[in-house]
């Protein structure tokens, strides 16, 4: 939540219109989302303009009905502008923005005074403006603006904390220890690589890969699995992309300090001439070469930054497709297999910076072949994995028959994730090495033999039902 307390002014009425119309038509009001009043008799904003009009004029007349001794001086900027800007991540509905507003108003005992709220949708996060009579309806008194930007920051990091999230975590930090914000002129010298760093953020999204609807292709009998592994990915692309903004402001921040520490102490001698009365030609002229290397620098330092990280972007995207695309075979390997695929569902959707794909697959095969919950039907020897099955046991076994009962000993979807990284048709991670004694001696590896058993089964079959098919071919009475 940022509040941005703007500069007082002396027109209801040009205020107005300028909230309730588009900058450039002035005829036309598209970007208006909603409009509301507070302690107004109407909500026709024109109505309660006018009302909020007249209350300032008669302030005197206010005072003096509530027995307060008028004079003194009169409130020349009787218009306040304040705007509630949320995070373009939050999409707070009109109930809840207008509570807030509420909220914010009686924090700053502003709650009695008349306003006019307008809320706009040209800009990605969602805001409300608030235009307040600075007279109270009553009273005819100036509402209290002491201290008012500390007391608004002091209300928006409550409001963070309430909502469970701090954006703005400077609000944390002590006045004098937090991160000075970027000069208006620095700012503005970013935004023309703003609107291209998210247009070329928006051209990376929109050529994401159609996915064809896997559910389709398994018959409905998989459908759920698919429909959660779409949401998983989705969600991931989704959190790349927010990710991405907070990257660009980040980026612009730590440039601005880059230039603003490498120019410090020649700012401060500037500053130290022009205190102490030096020739004001000279400071004229020194200011203004101040100036110009300083855009220069800054410009140099931005424009490199900004394509290395639309670089680093794009490479990083495509990563992230590819890691889906594996996950994705993988899924489909163990359907095929029909393996519970709770436990890698899970392992998939665990938010671990650290796990590669191939890890992944990995773990989702041990929690395969774990007995508990959702795998009962396998049974796991405790010697399976350390080198030393026993003799009569190979490792493992299965009391069920599963797909095309493609081995005795070992799943065919946990082979499959075991094999299709080591030949790289999912991964191109290599397969781990067999496990040797203490002795270094090689071993046979104990899944070796029951992969081959399987390969060998696998290609039987498929030659067996070749033969059939050719003898039906050249005899279709049989």
Avoid at 318 to 332: A, F, K, M, S, T
Avoid at 426 to 432: D, L, V
Wanted: some cysteine; aromatic content about 6%.
């Amino acid at each position: 939540m940022i509040v941005k307390i703007l500069s007082a002014g002396k027109s209801f009425s040009g205020l107005a219109e300028y909230l309730t119309h588009d900058p450039e038509k002035a005829k036309t009001d598209e970007r208006v989302a909603w409009t509301h009043t507070l302690n107004c008799a109407h909500d026709h904003i024109p109505s309660a303009v006018d009302e909020m009009l007249w209350t300032a004029r008669n302030a005197e007349l206010l005072k003096e009905e509530a027995g307060i001794r008028a004079g003194g001086r009169s409130t020349e900027n009787v218009v306040k502008h304040v705007s509630l800007n949320w995070s373009p991540e939050d999409d707070p509905s009109r109930e809840h923005m207008i509570e807030t507003t509420e909220k914010f108003l009686k924090h700053m005992k502003w709650d009695e005074h008349q306003a006019v709220l307008v809320a706009h949708n040209d800009t990605e996060h969602p805001h409300v403006h608030v235009m307040l009579n600075a007279i109270h309806p009553e009273t005819g008194l100036k509402l209290d603006d002491s201290f008012e930007r500390r007391r608004a920051q002091a209300w928006a990091l409550e409001y963070e904390r309430e909502q469970g999230r701090i954006h703005c975590e400077q609000r944390l930090k002590d006045p004098g220890d937090r991160e000075q914000s970027p000069t208006r002129e620095a700012w503005l010298a970013f935004e023309e690589n703003r609107r291209e760093f998210e247009r070329r953020e928006k051209i990376l999204e929109n050529r994401t890969p159609i996915i064809i609807d896997e559910a389709e292709k398994s018959k409905i009998a998989n459908a759920a699995e698919w429909k959660s592994l779409k949401e998983i990915q989705r969600d991931e692309r989704i959190d790349f992309f927010v990710e991405g903004k907070s990257e660009f402001s980040e980026l612009r921040k730590s440039i601005y300090r880059e230039i603003r520490e490498e120019f410090r102490g020649r700012w401060s001698d500037y500053y130290s001439d022009l205190r102490e009365g030096g020739n004001e030609v000279a400071l004229k002229a020194q200011k203004a070469e101040l100036v110009a290397e300083q855009k220069l620098a800054l410009e140099e330092r931005r424009d490199a930054a900004c394509a290395e990280l639309r670089k680093t972007r794009d490479g990083l995207y495509q990563e992230l497709l590819d890691n889906q695309r594996e996950i994705r075979l993988g899924l489909q390997e163990r359907q095929a297999a029909g393996l519970d695929n709770t436990q890698f569902l899970e392992l998939v959707k665990e938010k671990d910076a650290g796990r590669t794909v191939s890890e992944t697959f990995r773990e989702a095969a041990r929690a395969t072949l774990t007995p508990g919950d959702g795998n009962a039907g396998w049974e796991l020897d405790p010697s399976a994995y350390n080198g030393h099955p026993k003799p009569e046991n190979p490792g493992m076994k299965s009391p069920v028959d599963v797909g095309a009962r493609i081995g005795e000993g070992i799943g065919f979807g946990v082979l499959s994730i075991f094999d299709s990284v080591a030949d790289g048709i999912i991964g191109s991670t290599p397969a781990p090495p067999p496990r040797r004694h203490e002795s270094d001696a090689p071993r046979e590896n104990p899944f070796d033999a029951v992969i081959d058993e399987t390969r060998k089964r696998q290609q039987a079959e498929r030659e067996d039902a070749d033969a059939e098919w050719r003898k039906r071919q050249r005899n279709p009475w049989e």
